[in-house]
């Protein structure tokens, strides 16, 4: 039986690319900024480590793009932001998601 930590972070893998994807379409961000804001939702915080290699493929995917931009706190940072077809795969996630999550809890209510 998997405990909750690890049921959630099976879960979170699933779906994180999304999430980032999500993130970036509100606009431009630098790695550890999408860090934060995952943090900032319960059930998503997840580290640089997860980050930056699933920022590395979406970017050699061609869903990101990459630009430096200087910071008032160190060097510069290196912001992402989604391309067409970044835009294009979070579309399909969202629609996708919505019957997919829909079914998920048709199922789980049914078990009552």
């Given at each position: ?8 972070a099976?879960?979170?893998?699933g ?6 994807l999500?993130?970036?379409?509100r ?10 804001a ?7 915080g997840t580290?640089e ?9 979406l ?11 200087p ?9 992402y ?9 979070l ?22």
């Open positions: 039986m998997s405990t909750d930590a690890q049921l959630l099976q879960l979170r893998r779906v994180i690319e999304h999430c980032v999500a993130l970036l379409d606009g431009p961000r630098y790695g550890f900024d999408l860090v934060r995952l943090a900032a939702v319960e059930g998503l580290t480590g997860t980050i930056y290699p699933l920022l590395s493929r970017r050699k995917d061609g869903l990101l793009e990459t630009s430096w931009q910071s008032d706190q160190g060097p510069p940072r290196r912001y932001e989604l391309t067409g077809p970044g835009r294009t795969a579309e399909g996630f969202r629609r996708h998601w919505r019957s997919f999550s829909a079914a998920v809890d048709q199922v789980l209510e049914g078990e009552k």
